[in-house]
Nanobody
Framework: QVQFVESGGGLVQPGGSLRLSCAFS????????IGWFRQAPGKEREGLSCIDASGDGTYYSDSVKGRFTISRDNTKNTMYLQMNSLKPEDTAVYYCATVVKYGSMWEFGSWGQGTQVTVSS
């Protein structure tokens, strides 16, 4: 059974940084890509980034490319999302999840409970 536990969210000023962590478990994750999506109140779910099982291949949506960096440490069963140059529009609940499809259309499998990120002065 796949499980995810996100942490690291909080309140940060515009232009600041946060690093989210996602502890994952489940033997299937040795083979699946995992990633992050976010959802703000009243808005649709937005896929952000994903990383393949080996950690060598990554993908970023245009909205976070150049600002966010995804990484994965399989020895610690943990995925990270380093977020720099944060903007108020980055405010949302961030989730880690298995990624079934990515790019123009994202599809996710299992996901965690989420962690709140608020960017505000």
């Amino acid at each position: 059974q796949v499980q995810f536990v996100e942490s690291g969210g909080g309140l940060v000023q515009p232009g600041g940084s946060l690093r989210l962590s996602c502890a994952f478990s489940g033997r299937e994750l040795d083979y699946y890509a995992i990633g992050w999506f976010r959802q703000a109140p009243g808005k649709e779910r937005e896929g952000l980034s994903c990383i393949d099982a080996s950690g060598d291949g990554t993908y970023y949506s245009d909205s976070v490319k150049g600002r966010f960096t995804i990484s994965r440490d399989n020895t610690k069963n943990t995925m990270y999302l380093q977020m720099n140059s944060l903007k108020p529009e980055d405010t949302a609940v961030y989730y880690c999840a298995t990624v079934v499809k990515y790019g123009s259309m994202w599809e996710f499998g299992s996901w965690g409970q989420g962690t709140q990120v608020t960017v505000s002065s």
